[in-house]
């Protein structure tokens, strides 16, 4: 279970005491959930990393992608808006000129979750864009926006749900379906009298039905159209069966005739556990040689290149993939063909090294001609207290114009989580050395013009073209921003008792007064300075301009602590509780008026903190993510029996038990002093998994409430669910930080709950 958003700002005239507003400052609206809902944001920020402007091929036309909520239909809305390149150029030269409107706007709006338009790429010839769609049913199609006719149409038709798909062009692409047949298996198992369980989770026991928790969702079978022919690609007569969790990487050459991909390895030799180990000797995260149970394990992955003509598969590296859940070591991006065929960029795979000594992996380029491979740059890792020395999550990766002696490393900065590029240059004797490295992501560029979305913690996104001599602003797509007040934000530092820094955005109320003290909530789960991000971060629980307008400081804070390990929860406790002191010291928060707000990994964080006596806090909220309780270790043994060990440092058993009952928040929810906003997402599973301190507040008659969104999603996307998540942060820390309700009548029953929680807690309190 489980699963990223955006960007923006102003400046808020600074009073050095009391002092008037503008009658312009005035006029302005304090900025909403709403207004968050509605910004049309380039990318895609709901599934990470994806490309806001591409250049066709021919590089006479150029699309730019963004999303937006739509709360009048309760659905996302994509738009791809196409633009003559001519244009643009002639935009440039005459500085007193208009800029003609887009030859196409494709707007999308199938699904009440989005992002709708998926994976979109240009066609080989110029004349379209492939992309996926969801279905009104909630399945995913292969769609064709054909630039020539102006129409949109399947590419194939299909009732399966296309997973992920690589195009050259109308008659040479391929594409993987999910497997229906393991599910159907299941389903029809449960008819019987008695179910075999062993070997199943919990979940795909008590919700065979639900394609979330279903063993189908990670299984796909590949197809192909070659010359236009249709056919399903074959292994020794038998379909070809991809398994990946999250999702499938295909590369097509540039010729639409050889694929690149990564296969399963059902049997692992035993020389691979020695010669490609974890990050760190501790790490639960490692290969396991001997069969693999697709049942219960995660399968080792390694990169290969099937001929589409003959079906032949071909092992490119003899060695695992490293981007899977079993190895401890994460790159993210698809692999890439150099523009001449004869070259593969992998983003994250080990290499055998000559001397069988073991290895780490890297990004690595595979020459065909010669069948060699070459480490362009080694991957970094976490350790036992942390992470290496300038480590950094690579994101993508390609061929620098193509060019099989250039590449274009894209990665998140581990420090301040902005995106950086370093290009390297190969050098005679065939390794690889950086020749510069720069802010943000590759420009999208042909000839002279350049593309680029210009954004930063204060600044909306606005796309910018450029030449050589000149930039101008081509689109902005949030006018409407400049009618809002957005309130004030700066980056924060501070360190905390260990002498650790820590870095985070500061959001400081709408209308802000020096010398007055504020309510403070803390936002966690990370921080990045060079996008502009309303909520904060993400879009689930978190509202940060949204509070600030409301009149209380937001503090969102960066990830800065070793993960499965038992420092992982005091140190985040170390973090918060180090910032709420220095903000309580500079006179900016009231140290009586402190909340927080936790999601997915950081739950277990904002556990810890109410589980080990902090005094700073009044209230607080967790949503959909991960407690270190034993609920939730029995619900899924396979997959965080590990983790969870590590993170209380014992397994709850025998001995190790009473570190469990020390160390587990789920064993101390007595020691809770404060009320606590449960939230659950990802349909019944989720609300399994945040069951736990919900039932046990309500047994210990504390101030506890429960609400589980109405959403298969974990990032949300859907614009009433992030009402109902986001406003939800809003009235909840207004109601017990500031004492404030909302006059709206559809609240009623919401604060008369939260009423008797307070009287509750005021009960408690006295005793």
């Not at 990223?4 to 900025?31: I, T």
């Not at 301040?416 to 590029?421: G, L, N, P, V």
């Not at 609300?687 to 101030?703: C, F, I, N, Q, V």
């Amino acid at each position: 279970m489980g699963f990223r958003l955006l960007s923006f700002a102003a400046v808020l005239y600074l009073c050095a005491g009391l002092c008037d507003l503008s009658l312009a400052q005035q006029e302005r609206k304090p900025f909403t959930v709403a207004d968050e809902i509605g910004l049309a944001v380039f990318g895609s920020p709901f599934t990470g990393h994806a490309k806001a402007v591409q250049f066709s091929p021919d590089g006479t036309y150029f699309a730019v992608y963004t999303e937006r909520g739509r709360l009048d239909v309760d659905r996302p809305e994509d738009s791809l808006r196409f633009y003559e390149s001519q244009d643009i150029e002639g935009f440039l030269k005459h500085s007193g000129s208009q800029l003609r409107p887009p030859v196409w706007v494709v707007t999308r709006s199938s699904y009440k979750e989005g992002p709708i338009i998926n994976d979109w790429r240009w066609l080989a010839d110029s004349s379209g864009v492939a992309f996926l769609e969801p279905t009104t049913d909630g399945r995913q199609q292969l769609i064709l926006a054909d630039l020539r006719t102006r129409t949109i149409e399947p590419l194939i038709s299909t009732m399966d749900t296309v997973r992920a798909f690589d195009v050259h062009d109308r008659q040479d692409y391929v594409y993987t379906v999910a497997d229906s047949e393991e599910r159907e298996r299941l389903q029809a198992e449960m008819q019987v009298p008695a179910i075999i369980g062993t070997g199943r989770s919990l979940f795909q026991l008590l919700f065979p039905h639900d394609p979330l928790v279903g063993v189908s969702s990670h299984r796909s079978h590949l197809w192909a159209v070659v010359g236009g022919r249709h056919f399903e690609i074959k292994r020794d007569g038998r379909p070809l069966v991809l398994f990946n969790a999250y999702g499938d990487d295909l590369a097509l050459s540039p010729d639409g005739r050889s694929l690149v991909t990564t296969l399963p390895i059902w049997e692992v030799p035993s020389s691979w556990e020695m010669l490609y180990p974890a990050p760190f000797a501790s790490s639960h995260d490692r290969i396991h040689a001997g069969p693999q149970n697709e049942q219960v394990d995660t399968p080792v992955h390694q990169y290969v290149r099937i001929n589409l003509q003959t079906e032949s598969v071909q092992a490119l590296t003899n060695a695992p993939s490293s981007n899977n859940d079993n190895t401890g070591w994460v790159a993210l991006g698809s692999p890439g063909w150099s523009s001449d065929g004869q070259a593969i960029l992998l983003l994250g795979t080990f290499l055998k090294s000559k001397d069988n000594a073991p290895s780490r992996p890297c990004v690595a380029v595979v020459d065909l001609p010669s069948n060699s491979t070459s480490c362009v740059e080694v991957l970094k890792g976490r350790t036992e207290s942390g992470v290496e020395h300038d480590y950094h999550l690579v994101v993508g990766g390609r061929f620098a114009g193509g060019d099989t002696q250039r590449v274009d490393v894209t990665f998140i900065d581990h420090v301040d989580q902005s995106h950086r590029t370093t290009e390297y240059l190969r050098k005679a004797d065939g390794t690889w050395e950086v020749v510069k490295e720069i802010k943000g992501e590759p420009v999208a560029e042909h000839g002279r013009l350049e593309l680029t979305v210009k954004q930063g913690f204060n600044e909306p996104p606005v796309l910018v073209a450029a030449d050589e001599e000149i930039s101008r602003v081509v689109w902005d797509p949030n006018p409407q921003l400049k009618n809002i007040e957005l309130g004030q934000a700066s980056v924060y530092k501070w360190k905390d008792k260990a002498g650790r820094e820590w870095r985070g955005g500061l959001y400081r109320p709408r209308i802000y007064v020096s010398g007055r003290r504020y309510p403070l909530v803390i936002q966690t789960h990370g921080f990045s300075e060079s996008e502009f991000r309303p909520s904060g971060v993400l879009p689930t629980a978190f509202a940060a301009r949204a509070l600030a307008a409301a009149g209380i400081a937001v503090l969102q804070v960066a990830e800065n602590c070793p993960v499965q390990s038992p420092d992982e929860g005091p140190c985040a406790v170390s973090g918060y509780e180090s910032a709420a002191n220095q903000l309580v010291s500079e006179g900016l928060v009231d140290p009586e008026r402190i909340g927080i707000i936790g999601f997915s990994r950081t739950c277990f964080y904002v556990m810890e903190m109410l589980t080990t006596g902090s005094s700073h806090l009044k209230a607080a909220s967790v949503t959909d993510g991960v407690m270190g309780n034993y609920f939730q270790y029995m619900l899924q043994p396979e997959r965080l029996a590990g983790e969870f060990d590590s993170m209380i440092g014992a397994a709850p058993f025998s001995g190790g038990l009473q570190q469990w009952l020390r160390r587990s928040p789920g064993f101390n929810l007595d020691k809770i002093h404060v009320p606590l906003l449960v939230v659950s997402g990802e349909g019944p599973a989720g609300l399994l998994l945040m069951w736990e301190p919900y039932a046990g507040l309500r047994s210990l008659h504390k101030p506890v409430d429960l609400i589980m969104l109405n959403t298969d999603e974990h990032v949300l996307s859907n614009p009433a669910v992030r009402m109902a998540s986001q406003g939800g942060s809003v009235d909840w820390f207004r109601f017990w930080l500031k004492d404030e309700e909302d006059p709206n009548s559809a609240k009623k029953e919401q604060y008369a709950r939260w009423r008797a929680l307070r009287k509750l807690q005021e009960e408690n309190e006295k005793e």
